[in-house]
């Protein structure tokens, strides 16, 4: 069975920290793991990652994949109250069109 | 248009009702996709539609019962709910063939009394 997990499930942060959030998967047939963000509702797109150490950037945040060790970052430097949100990691589509989702981080930043 | 919509935003209804919630994209994508996400936790896939087609049913009860009408729109009818049904109800789309991100709706957040 597809598996995604992500870590930490929770953080507090001040503004200004430079967060890491982890997601490691175990997938039959991987194809992308896509990062969003969630604040109240709709999960908005991050990033899409498919190739290992390809570093995709926008703004302060950044992203990376190790398709060997199966595992990708989230990086956001200098955070701002902003942020604030859970981050969703989610891998596929697989054959059937699904996207296995993780658990998400849920950040927290403080003024 | 990057947008899918999702109508209504919010949602009460009783156990004997019958509602439908509606969604709608116009950025030509064939896949569309119907999760489910109870408080504090990842969206849940209930449904997806190829080609207006239903590929997926995750052993979703039959009181819920999705109907792709047009390569536009999805609608996910619902009857007999259980207070244990509430939660958001998120529509998705995305185009079919290679890896490609999926578009979310801002949700229906639904309540059964």
């Known amino acids: 069975e597809d598996k995604v997990v992500q870590s930490p499930l929770s953080l507090v942060v001040h503004e200004g920290d430079t967060v890491t959030l982890n997601c490691s998967y175990e997938v039959t047939n991987f194809r992308s793991l896509l990062w969003y963000k969630q604040e109240k509702k709709a999960p908005t797109f991050l990033f899409m990652l498919?190739?290992?150490?390809i570093e995709k950037k926008s703004g302060r945040l950044s992203s990376i994949l190790d398709k060997k060790e199966l595992f990708s970052i989230l990086n956001i430097t200098a955070t701002q109250t902003g942020d604030s949100a859970v981050y969703l990691c989610?891998?596929?589509?697989?054959?059937?069109?699904?996207?296995?989702f993780g658990p998400g981080t849920r950040l927290s930043v403080l003024p | 248009d990057t947008e899918v919509t999702q109508t209504p935003k919010h949602l009460v209804m009783g156990m004997t009702n019958k509602k439908s919630l509606k969604c709608e994209q116009h950025m030509g994508h064939r896949a569309m996709y119907w999760y489910k996400q109870k408080a504090k936790k990842p969206p849940e896939l209930m449904f997806v539609y190829s080609y207006e087609k239903l590929s997926i049913n995750e052993s979703v009860p039959s009181r819920f019962s999705p109907e792709c009408p047009n390569s536009s729109l999805l609608n996910l009818h619902l009857h007999a709910l259980q207070p244990e049904d509430s939660a958001l109800y998120l529509c998705?789309?995305?185009?079919?063939?290679?890896?490609?991100?999926?578009?979310f709706g801002q949700g229906t957040r639904l309540t059964v009394v």
């Open positions: 498919t190739s290992s150490g």
């Open positions: 998705a789309s995305r185009t079919l063939g290679g890896n490609t991100e999926a578009f």
């Open positions: 989610a891998v596929g589509p697989d054959y059937g069109q699904n996207f296995v």
